[in-house]
């Protein structure tokens, strides 16, 4: 800090930052080195259950790398109401923190719907017991957010249904 009587004081800091280039997709490369995506999920639909608009917006431009359809639920009744109207979704997302009705309840509403549909929690805390309760809910596996895309995409991969 240097200091002048009358003239004002001058303050000298550092602060550690990183830079990011581009937004978070681009540090992941989710597509072969040729160029061809890794996922191919076109005719697929996926319901994201996520009350957090950035969150989702995250989850969007990741899942649009698929070219899967995208049906979008703020809350839990919402998400069944979205459920019960679309009859071929393949597969749900579900954010735990939910307004109205949490992860767990919406996930035992849709799995009343249809048993047979994977649904995959995404844990805000990784020491809680929202693991536990998402599969005692009937989720059939977890991601622990913050979400890592291809973990992400590696993750529904295994559940995605085969269908055609
Ligand atoms: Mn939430």
Redesign the pocket.
Known sequence: MDSEIGKGSEFKFTIPIRYVKGNALTQYDISTSNGKDLFDWKDYNILVV???VS?FEFLKAVLSKTKSNILWAETGPSAIEIFKENENIHLVLM?I??PELDGYETTREILKINPDVPVIAQTAFAMSRDREKSLEAGCIDYISKPIKPLDLLNLMERYIPVVK
């Open positions: 996520e009350d957090n969150n954010d923190q939910i």
